[in-house]
């Protein structure tokens, strides 16, 4: 489109995230050191770094510590040492504690809120001169006429929903690199057509996800113990759904409680939501709870793969960075000290061999050499074993690390992609949940609006269907229309329209998580960027 205004520069990164930022600080820094002017510019959806951040988050501070070496005499916002970690298994009404797996010993690390920290970084990169562009959404990859990637377009803005131009229509932009970053986090949707495009996932299994969904709660002063970090597994998941909770208590009263769930569960009556907010009932959750008030509310898709799922991480003109890669580790529960390692990885790659505008498969080779992938390879076996139920997994996974220390002579394989996970609902009987209270458990669309989601509603919807009778002709049909329960916005609606049924998308409660592109059954619904901006705004989640 001739009518898009152009700009250059040497390294595009699509998404303001952990590993984005580190990227774009690392090539600065290099940038100085070497006096050799690098352009950096950062596109993000988010109408501002940070908003549409959300993670548990316990961080590591390794690779921040390589990052940015002097960051424990600035004013970044990692505050809270982790002190104390516990392990839970749940029935009911009861706990008992088991031993906490080495993973998940979190000494020395620090219980944060990572919009925050990524808020901050985005001003330490804007210091040496990286420009980013909040409220920008990257919804079209660019190539050259051989085939590479070129760069990247933002949306128009000001669409209509007929597809019509508004009043205060504005074409996108167009930015050209030699290198464009795909850092979007998990399961973007720019990263989806690049795997497609050049078979990046030809020599890996599938990506596995789960679901996270988040509250941030203020709690009672005299039930708050700063550091204090309780994970659980167990109640109320049944035993072949892989799952847990987390729960961090940082600074100010404040806790942040969760609850994730795998996205190869079968029981086409299972909500992730309704799951979490019947467990902040249990006695041993709920003590931390009472007296204090929910202040905001949030869900993201994770990747759980781990080594056998990763793409190829090059293609002619840009690399995959952090969680759109698949960086993340599972029974560490983290991905951040990860994707910010891919990062400075990234931009010490590119630095090197700047002018080659071809593809850096060297990339590939300086994360293999690197500790981040090594950490990664000696848990590949952990989430993988949970196929065979719950006490086995874990009587595995403790042989797995203990005995062979993540070395055994094999690698265990993924079952299948979590879309084709779910059984007919004919094999299960509907679950029943509790009325949430309003006081402990909410009801979605309260929740919602406690995510700061917003979307300009006269704009074309951002969740399209491939084929406008799936929903009901199959979902309905053979699963009683899953995407009603495992959305935890309450997206998806059946309604009867002229005696008829058919699926309405409230798109504007869309919190961004992704999980509809992964879980639909039939691969029917596609997430594409909204108009700029759009979206959740999680404060301090």
Known sequence: MSNREKMEYDVVIVGGGPSGLATAIKLKQLSKEKNKDISVCILEKGSEIGSHILSGAVIETKSLSELIPSWEETDIPLKTKAKKDSFLYLTKEKSYKLPTPPQMNNHGNYIISLGKLCSWLGQYAENLGVEIYPGFAASEILFNSDGSVSGVATNDMG???????????????????KQTIFSEGCRGHLGKILMNKFDLNKNNQNQTYAIGIKELWEIDPKNHNAGEIVHTTGWPLSSDTYGGSFLYHFDKNLVSIGFVIGLDYKNPYLSPYEEFQQFKHHPEIIKHLKGGRRISYGARALNEGGTQSLPKLTFPGGLLIGCEAGFLNVPKIKGTHLAI?????????????????????????????????????????IRPSFKWGFWKALAYSAVDTYFFRGRAPWTLKHKHSDHEALENKEKYDPIKYPKPDGIISFDRLTNVSFSGTNHEENQPCHLQLKDVSV????????????????????????????????????????????????????????WVSPQGGGGPNYQGM
Not at 345 to 372: C, G
């Open 471 to 526: 929903p009901i002709k199959i979902n309905f049909n053979r699963y009683d229309n899953p995407e009603t329960r495992y959305c935890p916005a309450g997206v998806y609606e059946i309604v009867e329209k002229d005696n008829e049924k058919q699926l309405q998308i409230n798109a504007q409660n869309c919190v961004h998580c992704k999980t509809c592109d992964i879980k639909d059954p039939t691969q029917n619904i596609n």
């Open 159 to 177: 669409i209509l929903k007929d597809g019509n131009k508004g009043p205060n229509y504005e074409p996108g932009i167009e930015l050209l690199a």
């Open 341 to 381: 390692k891919s990062g400075i990885i990234a931009a010490e790659t590119i630095f090197e061999d700047i002018d080659n505008e071809n593809e850096l498969i060297k990339f590939s080779k300086n994360i293999k050499n690197s500790w981040l992938y090594k950490e990664l390879y000696s848990v590949r076996n």
